[in-house]
């Protein structure tokens, strides 16, 4: 008995000095980035030993509830206005919005040879579903519906649009079959090998200039300082072109 | 106030729930008389299949049915076979997956109701050379009004209610499965809440209605003792 308060007691101590040394970030990302930031949080937890805690959504749903107080210190948007709403609202932490990636759409189907790098698919009409992001929340599903408006195909396709959640549950629903293709981001699809994808020309929709933002709450958090910094540092901006997205000006400027 | 989206849910949600009710009654009685009567030792696994909706999350079923209607799932390859596409998205799909969302709710009423009545009025109207149909329609269905009752209203507004599976399966179509949940969850993560206020207190006063008239109309069970 003695010995188990003793091995207790020491675990509690051990435990008491990580947490006051190691500090821990609470990030809101937008579900197009949470397979580069997975990533991109184990390399900053290795080097830094802070601890990253993430939750994706649709940009415009996270900012919808960290106005309403949810306890995010950083935000990775997929644009630019839904992090200006936080500024707006003066819950940002001024001057520490910049945009740390550009992001890409493609119109993607779980199935080889569905989708012909034109999109010419989308003219046929000889499917379903078509899955998109709800254009109301997520900056993918806005951009999705300004191509397909581009195109002129909006009110023909309009019936079959089924609408995910988020970006997460668009990719969802044309990765299970159930819709035979869908608007997602580059990023969900490039390592993918099986299907077939359309890039679609990106001057088609307003550019996703993703932003991310320093939340007050996280004002005097070192760690979640540390972590837009980070962002901006070589390793991680690897991970980011990894994904396939574009960097800022900024950072193609710089590195030459 | 309301826009046109929510009238098209509200509707919607009324066809749903009302389409769902009929189908379950026409196929939660035979296995509520079946399980009161029964002493086949499937009646309890059978029992437990039927209750399974009342533990499992709604994400757990929804995540399901969206394997098993989709193209690759086994329901999915047989609504594609007969012509009828795959299920998630549309109305039927929906009807589906409802009836299953729902069915303890109208089963369990059934099944106590068909239990408290008993062998005794069966035995009788026998020896009255009554069919076992004619048994069923005029003495079974007036003595178990009230297990109908409860089953018809509890199966009704389980499924006006339902929030979970709709947003598994339903992509947040409107008109077809844009549900009034899904649309107060619509509203709220967009920051609309004065819409979310009337949609949300229109649940809530026809919740309150609902158990009113079901307390109202099922007879108490200790004011007749």
Redesign the interface.
Request: glycine share 22%; net charge negative; hydrophobic share 35%.
């Given at each position: 008995m003695k010995l188990f308060i003793r091995i207790g007691l020491t675990a509690v101590i051990a435990f008491s000095t990580v947490t006051a040394w190691a500090e821990e970030v609470h990030v809101a990302v937008a579900a197009n980035f949470i397979k580069p930031m997975e990533k991109i949080a184990a390399d900053f937890e290795k080097a830094t030993g802070n601890k990253v805690l993430t939750a994706a959504g649709a940009s415009g749903k996270l900012v919808e509830q960290m106005k309403h107080g949810a306890p995010f210190e950083v935000f990775l948007s997929a644009d630019q206005k839904n992090p200006m709403k936080l500024e707006t609202e003066k819950l940002d932490v001024p001057g520490s919005r910049y945009t740390y990636a550009i992001g890409k759409l493609v119109l993607w189907s779980a199935q080889p040879d569905y989708v012909d790098d034109k999109g010419e698919v989308l003219k046929t009409g000889d499917f379903q579903h078509i899955a998109i992001a709800d254009p109301k929340t997520a900056p993918y599903g806005k951009a999705a519906l300004s191509v397909m408006e581009k195109m002129a195909l909006l009110d023909t396709l309009k019936p079959k649009i089924v609408q995910g959640d988020s970006i997460a549950q668009t990719q969802a629903f044309v990765g299970s079959g159930n819709a035979e293709l869908g608007f997602v981001a580059l990023s969900q699809v490039i390592k993918d090998t099986t299907g077939s994808s359309w890039m679609v020309p990106q001057d088609w929709y307003e550019p996703l200039s993703q932003d991310v933002i320093l939340l007050k709450t996280g004002e005097n958090n070192a760690a979640a300082k540390a972590l837009l910094d980070y962002l901006k540092t070589a390793p991680a901006q690897a991970v980011i072109k990894d994904y396939g997205y574009d960097l800022p000006t900024w950072a193609t400027s710089d590195a030459k | 106030m309301l826009n046109d989206e929510d009238f098209g849910a509200i509707l919607l949600t009324l066809k749903l729930a009302s389409l769902v009710t009929v189908i379950l009654l026409l196929v939660g009685t035979p296995i509520a008389w079946w399980l009161a009567h029964t002493v086949s030792r499937w009646k309890g696994i059978i029992g437990a299949l039927v209750a399974l909706p009342l533990v499992l999350p709604p994400a757990v079923l929804g995540f399901y049915l969206?394997?098993l209607?989709?193209?690759?799932g086994a329901v999915g390859q047989f609504t594609k076979a007969i012509g009828l596409?795959?299920l998630?998205?549309t109305f039927g799909g929906l009807v589906i997956a409802s009836v299953i969302y729902s069915l303890p709710f109208v089963v369990q009423p059934l099944q106590n109701a068909f239990e408290a009545i008993g062998t005794r009025p069966l035995e009788v109207a026998a020896t009255l050379r009554a069919s076992p149909l004619d048994t069923f329609f005029s003495v079974v269905v007036p003595l178990a009004r009230p297990g109908f009752l409860t089953a018809s209203i509890l199966g009704f507004a389980h499924t006006i209610g339902e929030f979970g599976v709709v947003?598994m399966v339903g992509?947040?179509?409107p008109d077809k499965t844009r549900v009034i949940s899904m649309q107060i969850f619509?509203h709220?993560?967009?920051?609309e809440y004065a819409q979310a206020h009337w949609l949300s207190a229109g649940m809530l006063v026809f919740s309150f209605v609902v158990l009113l008239v079901l307390y109202t109309l099922t007879p108490n069970p200790w004011r007749q003792r």
């Open positions: - | 969206l394997v209607m989709g193209p690759q596409g795959t998630p998205f947003l992509g947040n179509i619509n709220v993560e967009t920051g």
